[in-house]
Nanobody, 123 residues
């Protein structure tokens, strides 16, 4: 069973940056499409970024141009670089393995959820 451990969250001022990391257990990480989700208080969990095994990417409109997803297969790790952060980016961020064609609107998670990492954007 794949296990996911997220880290890198914190408190940052509007306009600031954070880089999240997600370490994935298992020797076949390199074949997974991976994604970053977020869940704000009172809202549904939403997929914001995805990256295929070949490093093709797709983003939600709300983060396009500000967030960058990347992966290091040698380290079984997927990253989310978040720049120009806004208060509305405040949420718990999770990573997961994805199934489906590379499309933020239609992909689904199939792994177990980790504990997530809290990102708070506030002055």
């Amino acid at each position: 069973q794949v296990q996911l451990v997220e880290s890198g969250g914190g408190l940052v001022q509007p306009g600031g940056s954070l880089r999240l990391s997600c370490v994935v257990s298992g020797s076949i990480f390199s074949i997974y499409t991976m994604g970053w989700y977020r869940q704000a208080p009172g809202k549904q969990r939403e997929l914001v970024a995805a990256i295929t095994s070949g490093s093709s990417t797709n983003y939600a409109d709300s983060v396009k141009g500000r967030f960058t997803i990347s992966r290091d297969n040698a380290k079984n790790t997927v990253y989310l670089q978040m720049n120009s952060l806004k208060p509305e980016d405040t949420a718990v961020y999770y990573c997961n393995c994805l199934i489906g064609k590379l499309n933020i609107a239609t992909m689904s998670a199939f792994g177990s959820w980790g504990q997530g990492t809290q990102v708070t954007v506030s002055s």
